[in-house]
């Protein structure tokens, strides 16, 4: 005791003790309801457990635990009781001291944190400052930690440094390796709680409810229904089949790694989809009650009165069932639980979409600006398997589009690279006798041609509307081509032509443009990176920030959005055909093909251009989503080449990372297991495939996911603007639906 004492006062252990400042968020007790949990912390800090934290080294080793680095004395977070949680929930801070003489312990690279609370908290970053010869050491944590109770491991974070396998510290690789290994959980079957932090693969066997008589098809392992893997829940087989998966009630929480949950966001892809399923869904049910045509709306402004007074609501049980449906608190408020109230939509930026002119421009600016292609045959042609289909080239001829094309022939407007087309024919030709077996619908395939104007700008020039009729052992087309009216009753043919194709479109949007390629296939990469790549690996620390609440908002999707009776079968479509329909789409998936100037040329809109920063030339100027589009990918592409020549100087370095390589060996045959054997996958054995793959992934999450999501309730939320789905056949002369469309327009094509 007398040393110390002479030690203190002589400071000859002036390095024996390093202060620190814990940041984190406290489980907010007005939030969360949690008053016991609060009580409970108190106590448990009088009794002197608490929070605790304890270093551990990088660069001294312990030979009595397995050369791992050596652990200091836990340490207590300094003023807990002090720091009272605030009215909504944020940061808070706290001092924290630990006895850590770095002679003898050396420099500190991780740091063990232990909850004994009764509640989780969210940590946020631990610093040290003044450590010899380091100065500031961070360690960056970004994670729920909960009761010490919970984990059968302790919660280790590193430092905020970047190290390749090869170069981790040797004192810090076994706990390196105990991460990885406790984040796979390969031994841990589940069903997994709310606290686990479980990153494991299963196929979607989730969707529908075989015990209630509702099933649906098992998307992936299986050749005739491929599809990219999701988490695994671990929740127990249906009793009916066993290879599906029991579901959970809407109020119940299905299970996401804790750590991707979300944490104070908003669910910002929910919002279309729920406004949209607000006005497709609810308003129809409540017609049911008030209406003489249920169902349906009477005219255009029965439409605006959605945006513009806003409509009385009674109290029905399909609005209670439909408000427990949407997990977005923006649904809640605009259906408050019971009595009467006005449902009052949020007005659109786009409320008119009837010219031709911005029904061109939303095809290169909308929210489903990827679909278009160069045509450079006439007239199309299918590429449905004749033996079950038939010919099916289109029945769109010279006739039909040469007075558009400013004085040229449809020869030389192919030659010109003027001729484009929006081609849904294929897509869903396949479907649509059972689609259109459904109750309520009617639904063509349409084929839809543009011409390049002189001035630069999309000209529709012809529909076809195609729709299926049985023809002993084929499926074949019966179809009709429309073309521009501004008059009259074929004005309102014209308009009903387009409304067609939006159907068909907004359809491929959701299911396809949006759901499939920015958030199924993503998921495997969110997984796969979590199972194989060390925080501390510089493609972890690179793609990380961008995976942000894509699992807990597919999750939610699969309990919500995309199961059996949800919101897609309600509101789009192919109904309860459209995850398999999606599946169908994703054997043609080829990951090579998704950045987007490959997607470019592959659909004849880009020509390569070696002088051009993105090596590709637009071939339509005014192409609002292509132009900006490849901006921002040159800006990625640029960005990832050079972090990642920071870590890789050479391909032998890429070879040798073992954590790579296993990573991109279960994206391919775990992850996008069902498509492993496609030629087309990179090998990862040069700098430069893993600098595509990077910026391909990177372009997905961020910039091709925000030109598909964003822009829905701007674009979508006029119901008339992307209808969902259609009712009847297109109105023929000589039929009561014609002259109902003579005698009232808004009524007839309402």
Request: hydrophobic share 40%; aromatic share 10%.
């Amino acid at each position: 005791m007398l040393s110390g004492i002479i030690d203190g006062l002589t400071g000859a252990n002036k390095n024996a003790r390093l202060k620190g400042t814990v940041v984190l968020m406290r489980k907010n007790v007005l939030d969360l309801n949690d008053f016991g949990a609060t009580v409970i912390d108190g106590i448990s800090e009088f009794l002197g457990k608490g929070v605790t934290c304890q270093l551990i080294s990088s660069t001294l080793v312990d030979p009595n635990n397995g050369n791992r680095g050596k652990v200091g004395a836990e340490a207590n977070l300094e003023q807990w009781l002090t720091s009272l949680p605030s009215l909504t929930t944020g940061e808070s801070k706290f001092g924290v001291t630990f006895d850590w003489e770095v002679e003898k312990l050396g420099v500190p690279g991780a740091v063990i944190v232990k909850n004994n609370h009764a509640a989780e908290f969210f940590l946020k970053t631990i610093t040290l400052d003044d450590v010899p010869g380091r100065g500031t050491v961070t360690f960056v944590a970004n994670s729920w930690v909960y009761p010490v109770a919970k984990y059968r491991y302790n919660r280790v974070f590193f430092s905020n440094d970047t190290y390749l396998p090869s170069q981790m510290p040797a004192a810090l690789k076994p706990y390196r390796d105990d991460e990885l290994r406790n984040l796979r959980g390969d031994d841990q079957q589940g069903p997994y709680e709310e606290h686990d932090r479980v990153y494991r693969y299963d196929v979607y066997n989730d969707l529908g409810e075989p015990d209630r008589g509702n099933p649906r098809p098992v998307l992936g392992g299986s050749a005739d229904h491929p599809y990219p893997r999701r988490c695994r829940t671990g929740r127990k087989p249906t009793s009916t089949d066993p290879n599906s998966e029991s579901r959970l009630s809407l109020v119940e929480q299905i299970y996401v790694p804790r750590d991707e949950r979300f944490g104070h966001l908003k669910m910002s892809d929910f919002l279309g989809y729920s406004i949209k399923a607000i006005s497709q869904g609810i308003v129809p049910a409540v017609r049911t009650y008030v209406d003489t045509t249920p169902g349906e709306f009477d005219s255009f402004q029965d439409i605006l009165n959605l945006y513009e007074g806003g409509i009385k609501l009674p109290k029905i049980q399909a609005l209670e069932d439909m408000r427990k449906l949407f997990p977005l608190q923006l649904v809640k408020d605009l259906l408050p639980a019971g009595g009467n109230y006005l449902l009052k939509l949020p007005i659109p930026q786009i409320i008119k979409g009837t010219t031709d002119e911005e029904f061109a421009r939303e095809v290169l600016a909308g929210v489903n600006p990827m679909v278009i292609t160069r045509l450079t045959e006439f007239p199309p042609k299918s590429t449905l398997d004749h033996s079950k289909y038939g010919d099916q080239t289109s029945t769109i001829t010279a006739d039909h589009i040469e007075k558009g094309l400013e004085g040229l022939t449809v020869q030389q407007a192919l030659d010109g690279n003027r001729l484009f087309i929006l081609d849904h024919h294929d897509r869903f030709m396949p479907f649509l006798i059972d689609v259109n077996n459904l109750e309520g619908n009617f639904i063509y395939a349409t084929r839809t041609l543009f011409f390049l104007r002189g001035e630069g700008r999309l000209a529709p020039l012809a529909i076809e509307l195609s729709e299926p009729y049985i023809d002993g052992a084929l499926t074949k087309a019966k179809s009709k081509v429309y073309t521009p009216a501004s008059s009259g009753v074929e004005a309102w043919v014209w308009q009903l032509a387009k409304a067609y194709v939006a159907v068909n479109d907004s359809g491929w949007h959701q299911l396809i443009s949006h759901w499939l390629n920015t958030h199924a296939v993503m998921e495997p990469f969110v997984i796969a990176t979590n199972r194989q790549l060390s925080v501390t690996h510089p493609v972890h620390k690179l793609l990380h920030p961008h995976y942000r609440d894509t699992m807990t908002i597919n999750a939610l999707a699969r309990q919500t959005l995309i199961n059996g009776g949800g919101i897609f079968e309600m509101t789009v479509f192919p109904g309860k055909y459209a995850l398999a329909m999606s599946s169908v789409v994703y054997k043609g998936w080829n990951f090579t093909e998704q950045g987007l100037p490959a997607d470019l040329v592959k659909r004849g809109v880009a020509v390569a251009d070696p002088s051009s920063p993105s090596k590709v030339r637009l071939l339509i100027e005014d192409y609002p989503y292509a132009s900006d589009g490849l901006a921002i990918w040159h800006a990625i592409e640029q960005w990832v080449g050079e972090y990642l020549a920071i870590y890789y100087p050479d391909d032998a370095t890429l070879q040798g990372d073992e954590e790579l390589q296993a990573w991109w060996k279960e994206v391919r045959e775990v992850g996008h297991g069902d498509l492993k054997d496609a030629p087309w996958w990179p090998r990862m054995q040069a700098v430069t495939e893993l600098a595509g793959a990077c910026t391909t992934i990177i372009w997905i999450a961020s910039a091709l996911h925000a030109a598909v999501n964003f822009g829905q309730y701007p674009y979508a939320g006029y119901l008339p603007n992307r209808p969902t789905v259609s009712r009847r056949r297109m109105p023929e002369p000589g039929t009561e639906a014609y002259a109902e469309l003579e005698r009232d327009p808004e009524l007839g094509a309402a």
